[in-house]
């Protein structure tokens, strides 16, 4: 559980620093928006002087022009990039999201886990003081078997879920639910067979 909990600060702060890298994106992509209007500002000028030139300016009419072609492809492949930008930095957001959700799972399924495994302690510890508990015990430790094979399993899905995108995230946030009840089930076993 403690690994889940690092795994999902790992996470967090590489959400983080995704959402930093578009944002500086979104600078650079700025910048490249005001390239593109000042290239079509100047190849305005420029077939302006190319039009005052008359008959001489005609070769450089036609360089205004592809000048302002690229200017006008900049743009367009400008807005793609900012739009394309946008549903990245909005995913990202529900990443950060998911995962801090996940995050307040794994710590109440470890505050449950830490719960319970006291719980079991206090049982084993009155185990010795007679023969009818410790077989209580035994019969309680087939149970946690079987326990720590779904606990393990969970943690098994929680992982792979971390290294996935928003869904995943979300099925690691079930995973805790599930171990919430199995920490559940633990305890009331273990106040069952209490001395």
């Known amino acids: 559980?403690?690994?889940?909990?690092?795994q999902m600060s790992s996470i967090a702060e590489s959400m983080m620093r995704l959402s930093e890298q578009s944002q500086a994106i979104g600078q650079i992509v700025a910048?490249?928006?005001?390239?593109?209007?000042?290239?079509?500002?100047?190849?305005v000028n420029a077939a302006i002087e190319a039009a005052k030139a008359g008959e001489h300016g005609k070769g450089f009419a036609v360089v205004a022009q592809e000048v302002k072609s690229l200017a006008d492809q900049s743009?367009?492949?400008?807005?793609?990039?900012?739009?394309?930008?946008?549903?990245?930095?909005?995913a990202t957001s529900s990443a950060v999201l998911a995962t801090e959700q996940g995050s307040k799972a794994v710590d109440?399924?470890?505050?449950?886990?830490?719960?319970?495994?006291?719980?079991?302690?206090?049982?084993?510890?009155?185990?010795?003081?007679?023969?009818q508990a410790a077989a209580q015990?035994?019969?309680?430790?087939?149970q946690q078997l079987v326990g720590v094979d779904q606990v393990a399993q969970a943690v098994?899905?929680?992982?792979?879920?971390s290294t996935q995108n928003v869904d995943s995230a979300k099925q690691l946030e079930g995973?805790?639910?599930?171990?919430?009840?199995?920490g559940d089930k633990l305890k009331q076993l273990v106040d069952r067979y209490r001395i």
């Open 108 to 131: 109440a399924g470890v505050r449950q886990s830490t719960q319970a495994g006291q719980s079991i302690q206090t049982l084993s510890n009155s185990a010795t003081e007679t023969a």
């Open 156 to 161: 098994v899905n929680i992982r792979q879920a």
């Open 31 to 43: 910048t490249v928006e005001d390239l593109a209007a000042q290239s079509n500002l100047l190849a």
């Open 175 to 182: 995973a805790a639910r599930d171990l919430k009840e199995l």
């Open 75 to 90: 743009k367009q492949a400008t807005a793609q990039v900012r739009t394309i930008l946008t549903d990245i930095q909005k």
């Open 1 to 6: 559980m403690n690994r889940i909990r690092e």
């Open 137 to 142: 015990i035994a019969a309680s430790s087939q």
